[in-house]
């Protein structure tokens, strides 16, 4: 069994005209949300041990959040970046075995997407949105649509 955390990005700031999707930085609301949700996780013993983020600076920023509260490093993975839901699949049937508890960090509508291919239900990501989903596989590599299993959607 495996646990897998599809994670969205925290709010980002629109702020700043002419700069570019792949850097926009989190807003002030992100800023708060990100580290609150990374103690929830936390305070709820999820046993996080392996984070890979898009390598957009909203997704980074978010990411160090939770890597920071659980003392580990953030794996950039560029294809996470607007990645479609089966992308994020393969990309998670990719993890390393060590891993048991891992979270995917990217974008919506992405991740919603992901969620709804891996567990067969639909939900809504607002920003900062965690979806736990049980994975009742052994080996990450036989992650396919339809293993998983809805626990809950974490929202700040």
Same mark, same amino acid.
């Given at each position: *069994? @495996?646990?897998?955390?599809?994670?969205?990005?925290? @709010?980002?700031?629109?702020?700043?005209?002419?700069?570019?999707?792949?850097?926009?930085?989190?807003? +002030?609301? /992100?800023?708060?949300?990100?580290?609150? *949700?990374? #103690?929830?996780?936390?305070?709820?013993?999820?046993?996080?041990?392996?984070?890979?983020?898009?390598?957009?600076?909203?997704? #980074?920023? &978010?990411? /160090?959040?939770? %890597?920071?509260?659980? /003392?580990?490093?953030?794996?950039?993975?560029?294809?996470?970046?607007?990645?479609?839901?089966? +992308?994020?699949?393969?990309?998670?049937?990719?993890?390393?075995?060590?891993?048991?508890?891992? *979270?995917?960090?990217?974008?919506?509508?992405?991740?919603?997407?992901?969620?709804?291919?891996? &567990?067969?239900?639909?939900? #809504? *990501?607002?920003?900062? %949105?965690?979806?736990?989903?049980?994975?009742?596989?052994?080996?990450?590599?036989?992650?396919?649509? /339809?293993?998983?299993?809805?626990?809950?959607?974490? &929202?700040?």
């Amino acid at each position: *069994m @495996k646990t897998l955390l599809l994670a969205r990005h925290a @709010k980002s700031d629109w702020g700043f005209p002419g700069l570019a999707d792949h850097d926009r930085p989190l807003n +002030a609301r /992100g800023r708060r949300d990100a580290p609150a *949700m990374a #103690q929830r996780l936390v305070d709820d013993e999820l046993g996080l041990d392996r984070i890979v983020s898009s390598s957009a600076a909203r997704a #980074q920023s &978010t990411a /160090g959040e939770y %890597a920071a509260a659980f /003392g580990l490093a953030v794996v950039e993975e560029e294809l996470l970046y607007a990645a479609s839901a089966r +992308a994020i699949l393969a990309i998670a049937a990719a993890l390393p075995e060590d891993s048991s508890v891992a *979270m995917l960090v990217g974008h919506n509508p992405g991740m919603s997407d992901a969620v709804a291919e891996l &567990t067969g239900q639909f939900v #809504q *990501m607002p920003t900062c %949105a965690i979806a736990e989903c049980a994975v009742d596989i052994g080996s990450w590599d036989e992650l396919i649509e /339809g293993t998983g299993r809805l626990l809950r959607i974490h &929202t700040p």
